[in-house]
């Protein structure tokens, strides 16, 4: 079993459709977590990091429950733009700058 | 902005040529690291430094070296290269303590 993850997808959604992602980590030591945005053939980038009580950031939301070892991220209103690999990230240990990464969840969103 | 600095974005090599792929960040980052990413693999981690002269082992650090002599330098090495290392090269930073890390536009290595 892999230490995190996501369903590949892809999610195929029209513009302005509310979508949502699960990741599901295996080490209950896990520490922080964190959602990146990779673009095709481009390094992925921190979309938002992911806070025990849930965290917003515009038509993003992030929500983490450590009882079931998952995160999620719930897309409101879904752009052209946001057609992307999402990727659940999910760091381990005292030290914790090593993190695992999941394969991503492929996004596109369809006029 | 952090920013994470790849020497090259794309480079070609022939087997068994010895290839430095260098990175730099501008952040006083103590965590740096060095991926590979392939279709279908997700991303794999070579090695990873927490601090100038110390290194550890990824996941997969077969075939590969690494060397932190400065704090904000970390490169990658391939001894000799060979064909089924041909891949993207991601290189990150963080600060300590869990925080997210910050990674460069990547190399696109091909070893002919």
């Known amino acids: 079993r892999k230490e995190v993850e996501q369903d590949p997808g892809p999610f195929n959604v029209p513009e302005g459709a509310t979508v949502a992602f699960n990741c599901t980590y295996s080490?209950?030591?896990?520490?922080?977590f964190f959602w990146y945005r990779q673009d095709c053939r481009k390094e992925p980038k921190l979309l938002m990091s992911?806070?025990?009580s849930g965290n917003e950031d515009g038509r993003f939301t992030a929500q983490l429950n450590r009882a079931s070892q998952y995160i999620s991220l719930l897309i409101r209103d879904s752009k052209l733009s946001d057609s992307a690999t999402y990727l659940c990230v999910v760091n381990r240990g005292a030290n914790a700058g090593k993190s695992t990464f999941g394969d991503g969840t492929t996004l596109t969103v369809k006029p | 902005d952090v920013k994470v600095t790849q020497s090259s974005r794309y480079l070609v090599k022939r087997t068994g040529e010895k290839v430095f792929l260098e990175c730099v960040q501008d952040?006083?980052?103590?965590?740096m690291f060095w991926y590979r990413q392939d279709p279908g693999l997700g991303l794999r981690l070579i090695y990873f430094s927490y601090d100038v002269k110390m290194k550890e082992k990824g996941d997969i650090p077969e075939g590969y070296s690494v060397s932190r002599e400065k704090k904000e330098r970390f490169s990658l090495i391939l001894e000799s290269a060979s064909t089924n290392q041909t891949s993207m090269y991601l290189c990150?930073?963080?600060?300590?303590?869990?925080?997210?890390?910050?990674f460069g536009d990547g190399t696109r290595l091909s070893i002919l």
């Open positions: 080490n209950s030591a896990s520490q922080s």
């Open positions: 990150a930073s963080s600060e300590a303590g869990g925080q997210p890390q910050h």
């Open positions: 952040m006083d980052h103590e965590n």
């Open positions: 992911v806070y025990s």
